[in-house]
């Protein structure tokens, strides 16, 4: 991985020379970087994106044993216990795995997507071909400061779509700045939800 100008040693981040965040080349190992390329923005999706599904898998195990200590006992009960919490700590590493393979990052050039366990997929959008920048969230995910934001093409197809970043009005600023500074210049911004 080359790194751009700008680019620090470790995994800390701080403002840059012209007042952008510039993280540490340890974190942007999952993308790489093109010559002079900055990173001005490098994130993951909100806790909440790991805390549902975790929150689901436990309810629905309780609600397992509490079926099995209901019913009549046939056979022993503490291989079916067992095989429950199996169950429950391989769906958590699975989904905790899950939710640190996705990055996503914005540089002086591009904005990105990495996303995938087994198969990772990167999807990005060179700033000179982002047209708008939209930002769409449910009434849940306002209550928590949840949403997506997508940089979209002319057409209006998505080119690069960032879910469940937290604080995303600041997250859609910081793209909509980069892609002024640095990409097409007259970029629109919208939100829906």
Known sequence: MRRGPGLGEGMTSGPGADGEVVVGAARAQTIDLQEGEIVLLWLRPSLWRLFVPLVIVAVTILLMLAALTLAPHRGPMEWKIGALALLGVAASVWFAVDWWSHAY?????????????????????????????????????????????????????????????????????????????????????????
Do not use: K, Y
């Not at 000179?128 to 197809?157: D, F, K, Y």
């Not at 600023?173 to 990409?183: K, L, P, S, T, Y």
């Not at 007259?186 to 939800?193: C, H, I, L, R, Y």
């Open 105 to 193: 990052v914005l540089t002086n050039r591009r904005a990105l997507s990495r996303v995938g366990v087994v198969w990772p997929m990167i999807a990005e959008a060179p700033l000179s071909a982002v047209w708008r920048v939209a930002l769409s969230r449910s009434r849940a995910e306002r209550t928590v400061e949840i949403g997506t934001v997508s940089c979209l093409g002319s057409h209006g197809a998505p080119m690069v779509r960032w879910a469940f970043v937290a604080h995303p009005i600041g997250v859609q600023e910081a793209v909509v700045d980069a892609v002024r500074r640095f990409g097409r210049g007259d970029v629109s911004a919208e939100s829906e939800g």
